[in-house]
Nanobody, 115 residues
């Protein structure tokens, strides 16, 4: 079993920045199996950014060059740095971990971009 705890969401004005954090506990996981998804009202959950290996990442086209996924110095921690936020980035953001063929999800953190 894996437990994922996210933090860092909130309300920000367009053009602002936020940093989300996710820490995994429970089974031993690799940060390179972790990523971030988001779900806006009335829409399906979508990939935002994820590690695909020790030196590779994958980003949604809509966030490339604005968002950055990184691993923390603390074990099993990943961050999502979000810059130049737009109203269309408003969503619940979920941390994801893949382990032994299963997907694990955090509880989600709300990000609202509004003036």
């Amino acid at each position: 079993q894996v437990q994922l705890v996210e933090s860092g969401g909130g309300l920000v004005q367009p053009g602002g920045s936020l940093r989300l954090s996710c820490t995994a506990s429970g089974s031993i996981v690799s940060v390179y199996a972790m990523g971030w998804y988001r779900q806006a009202p009335g829409k399906e959950r979508e990939l935002v950014a994820a590690f695909t290996g020790p030196s590779s990442t994958n980003y949604a086209a809509s966030v490339k060059d604005r968002f950055t996924i990184s691993k923390g110095n603390a074990k099993n921690t990943v961050y999502l740095q979000m810059n130049s936020l737009k109203p269309e980035d408003t969503a619940v953001y979920y941390c994801n971990c893949k382990l032994m063929g299963a997907n694990y999800w955090g509880q989600g953190t709300q990000v609202t971009v509004s003036s």
